[in-house]
């Protein structure tokens, strides 16, 4: 009877681990997926951030282009 009780102790302590491993492992998995996700987010960002740097760089040309061009209407 004491070896029957001690076999169906261990069995729902196995089992109790074992459901705590699944959790633990679907835990990891969500976290995994929301830094993955948020490696996208970056990335998408960064190529945004990119995109308007060479916007700025092309204003710039352009106002600078502008800015010489009336110098030189003024000094005639």
């Known amino acids: 009877m ?3 009780a001690a076999a169906r102790r261990e069995d729902i302590k196995a089992k109790i681990d074992e459901r705590a491993n699944q959790l633990d492992a679907k835990g990891a998995a969500a976290d995994a997926d929301w830094a993955e996700q948020d490696a996208v987010d970056a990335i ?8 308007d740097a060479q916007l700025a760089v092309l204003d710039a040309l352009d106002a600078r282009a502008y800015a010489d061009e009336r110098a030189r209407v003024a000094a005639s």
């Open 44 to 51: 998408d960002y960064a190529a945004l951030v990119v995109q």
């Open 2 to 4: 004491k070896a029957d």
